[in-house]
């Protein structure tokens, strides 16, 4: 059974940057891998996907132009650079992949049409002052 194990999250004031990382025990080629974050009292929402196949990304509207996310060319490796960070980017995120065999569309995946292979167990951001 396939792992995902994320690292990075914080404490970071607003304005801040971090860095989240997705490894990986199993070769991510043929994956769409996307980041999730879930705040409390909040549904699960959809941060950011790319697709192993051509490296294309979807962004939520909420983090675009502020998130980049991007994977190694060892294929193992997620990372989710996380730039001028908002009180309302705190939460647990989480990163997930889905075989991209199975799945239609990259934005699809982000907004969780797909149920997803392989899930992380999360890690926390808290953005505060």
């Known amino acids: 059974q396939g792992q995902l194990v994320e690292s990075g999250g914080d404490l970071v004031q607003p304005g801040g940057s971090l860095s989240l990382s997705c490894a990986a025990s199993f070769n991510l080629d043929n994956y769409i891998i996307g980041w999730f974050r879930q705040a409390p009292g909040k549904e699960r929402e959809g941060v950011s996907c790319i697709s192993s196949a051509d490296d294309s990304t979807y962004y939520a509207d909420s983090v675009k132009d502020r998130f980049i996310i991007s994977r190694d060319n060892a294929g193992k490796t997620t990372t989710l650079q996380m730039n001028s960070l908002k009180p309302e980017d705190t939460a647990v995120y989480s990163c997930?992949?889905?075989?991209?065999?199975?799945?239609?569309?990259?934005?699809?995946?982000?907004?969780?049409?797909?149920?997803?292979?392989?899930w992380g167990k999360g890690t926390l951001v808290i953005v505060s002052a």
């Open positions: 997930a992949a889905v075989d991209l065999g199975t799945v239609g569309s990259i934005q699809g995946v982000c907004w969780g049409y797909y149920d997803m292979d392989h």
